[in-house]
């Protein structure tokens, strides 16, 4: 099974960016892991929040296929525990999916669209995160799952 990030916005080039480098790398050695940025809208203060998600969600849609399993890190979604995400990953693998995919939204969410095409939502947390740092924190726990099915000692 294939994992994949879909996020809004650019890489920042910053110190967060060669975290999120380090676990990726270290995700393929147990799955097939890519991420896939869609860039920041042209002129989007000109626009509304509505119309940010409608032109933002168009662009997710694209990088989505059909018989992926999508699933929305989304402030109102379900939170998990590490070995409750470990399970849910393990259980996605042995339904025989080829994609597994993740996306994380602008700054306004998602659009009704989006949202239709989900297969389930995930709160990393309740709190309120810059996206780079949702994307940091949702790969050190991608990593964390892999060990954790893996059974290696990187979770106590």
């Known amino acids: ?11 920042d080039g910053d110190i967060f ?4 480098k380090s676990y990726s790398k270290k995700i393929t050695s147990y799955f097939p892991y890519e991420t896939i940025a869609i860039p920041y809208l042209k002129n989007a203060k000109s626009m509304s929040e509505d119309e940010q998600k409608k032109r933002e969600g168009e662009m997710i849609l694209k990088k989505i296929e059909n018989d992926d399993f999508v699933v929305l890190l989304d402030e109102r979604g379900r939170e998990f525990t590490s070995v409750q995400f470990a399970d849910f990953v393990q259980q996605r693998a042995n339904s025989g999916l080829k994609s597994l995919t993740f996306v994380i939204g602008g700054a306004y969410g998602f659009s009704k669209d989006v949202y239709a095409r989900q297969n389930a939502q995930m709160a990393l947390s309740k709190l309120t995160f ?3 740092m949702v994307r940091l924190v949702f790969a050190e726990q991608l990593y964390r799952t ?3 099915l893996n059974n290696e000692p990187y979770h106590h």
């Open 1 to 11: 099974m294939k994992i994949r990030l879909v996020w809004i916005g650019k890489p």
């Open 17 to 20: 960016d060669e975290a999120i």
């Open 146 to 148: 892999c060990t954790i």
């Open 130 to 132: 810059p996206h780079i």
